[in-house]
């Protein structure tokens, strides 16, 4: 059986984005490739937009956090990038469906995590796969940073951490990708949150619903007194041993940073206050994404895009986000020049 397609003819070829080595951001490169047809199975999107992540920028430069290096290059790649084309997330356009797949329209806009391939102006995933149907609430480039920061501060406050209606979360790295998600999703959970930044971001974490918010360059949060029940540590701006004089109780801390010394940690009992450690890998499925789509709709979470590069800026759009100094979101805009598409939706 034939695909269906939105188009009479679909182009032969695409631009994508490169990274045939490990290095800095002058590694990226602008390549053509031909656009892949679905299988059975799968969907073809042209993207309107994707994000440029911590992750793309750890892949890239393999750039593992400490404990994580050997582990970190087998599974990316020993001597050089497994995946040439970057990119976890993307945004975009059903155009074409393979046999048997019929769980999106051709035309419908969508967004999804995969592995690789994002930084392209299509890519083709398992319908099955880790995509859902656009909130109409978010444009393009918010509905992309879903499934990297959104989903990551999900997978540990609401799966990891279990937090609770009522429960004091302080958030680290509460501007970042993570982070400023990780305070929409935790007051969503009905938390109470005190968020961990720097002067230049505190009205920014502060409108996102933070309750207090601590300025780390001139108090030390160990000082401020207050004491939490999950300590979500988005920057390993904290470790365990510092985290639990701040846990009540029965706390947990949520590392993103965990290495062989979290790995023992995690299975050490503490039982004379019941604290322990929680670290794990955000791996975003169908139901998450369509759970932050909802909370999206709802108007509970909104990713912040600090910047938008057109995809010829990749290597721009890597360097800003290797600062580590962000507010939000660095996003990449890849919609389609007029004519190419005449019945895409709109951003
Ligand atoms: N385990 C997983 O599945 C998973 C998934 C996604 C991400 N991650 C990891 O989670 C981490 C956070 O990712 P992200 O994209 O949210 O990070 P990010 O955007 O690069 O950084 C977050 C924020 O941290 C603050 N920061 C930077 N250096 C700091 C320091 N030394 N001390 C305190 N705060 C500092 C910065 O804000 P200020 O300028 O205000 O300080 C920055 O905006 C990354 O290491 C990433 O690899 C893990």
């Known amino acids: ?6 188009f009479q003819s679909r182009p032969a070829t695409m631009t994508v984005a490169t990274a045939r080595r490990y290095g800095g951001p002058e ?3 602008l390549e053509t490739m031909p656009v892949p047809s679905p299988a059975p199975g799968e969907v073809l999107v042209r993207i309107h937009a994707s994000t440029v992540t911590t992750g793309d920028w750890r892949l890239r430069g393999a750039a593992y956090p400490k ?6 290059r087998l599974v990316s790649g020993l001597f050089r990038p497994r995946h040439v084309v970057p990119g976890v997330t993307f945004s975009g356009t059903v155009v074409a469906t393979g046999e048997g797949a019929a769980r999106f329209a051709v035309g419908e806009p969508v967004f999804g995590g995969a ?14 796969g880790a995509i859902a149907a656009k909130p109409m609430s978010l444009t393009h480039a918010q509905a992309a940073a879903l499934p990297f920061g959104a989903a990551t501060a999900d997978h540990f406050l609401r799966h990891l951490g279990q937090v609770r209606g009522g429960e ?8 970042g990708a993570v982070g400023h998600a990780g305070i929409q999703i935790a007051k969503a959970l009905g938390a109470h949150v005190t968020a961990l930044t720097s002067p230049g971001n505190i009205d920014f974490v502060g409108g996102l619903g933070a309750e207090e918010v601590i300025d780390y360059t001139r108090q030390d949060v ?24 701040l ?17 023992r940690q995690m299975l050490v009992p503490w039982r004379r206050h019941g604290h322990v450690l929680r670290f794990g890998i955000s791996e975003p499925d169908a139901t998450q994404l369509l759970r932050l789509a909802e909370m999206a709709e709802a108007g509970k979470l909104a990713p912040a895009i600090e910047r938008s590069f057109p995809l010829a800026e990749i ?16 996003a990449l805009d890849m919609r389609p020049s007029s004519g190419d598409q005449p019945n895409l939706a709109a951003a």
Request: glycine share 16%.
């Open 27 to 29: 590694v990226l490169a």
């Open 67 to 72: 404990g994580l290096r050997l582990v970190g």
């Open 247 to 263: 846990l009540r109780r029965g706390g947990r801390y949520l590392t993103t940073e965990g290495g062989w010394r979290e790995g």
């Open 168 to 175: 004091r979360v302080l958030i680290t790295g509460a501007s």
């Open 115 to 128: 592995n690789s391939g994002g930084h392209a102006e299509y890519i083709v995933v398992p319908e099955t």
């Open 1 to 6: 059986m034939p695909v269906q397609s939105q």
């Open 222 to 245: 160990a000082e401020a007194g207050a004491r939490f029940d999950v300590v979500f540590d988005t920057i390993g701006h904290l470790d365990f041993g510092r985290a639990r004089g």
């Open 315 to 330: 290597a721009r759009a890597h360097e800003a986000v290797e600062t580590r100094r962000r507010r939000g979101v660095i």
